[in-house]
């Protein structure tokens, strides 16, 4: 039977401090940067479609 590699990971390694660090700080930026693209993904929505409506001419409702 095959050795099974996983049990060779050792349970007790911990991480290097300043590794921890840079991974929390792109974490923080990762989230910041998508919180940035919702805000301006929330308000160009509306923005866009009274631009396109106002492209539109209105239809008279007369047949």
Known sequence: MENNPFKEIEPEASCPP?????????IDLIRNALQVVEIYTYDIFPAFT??????????????
């Open 18 to 26: 300043n590794l921890k660090n840079e991974l929390v700080a792109e």
């Open 50 to 63: 009274t631009f396109l409506s106002g492209l539109v001419p209105e239809r008279d409702n007369q047949p």
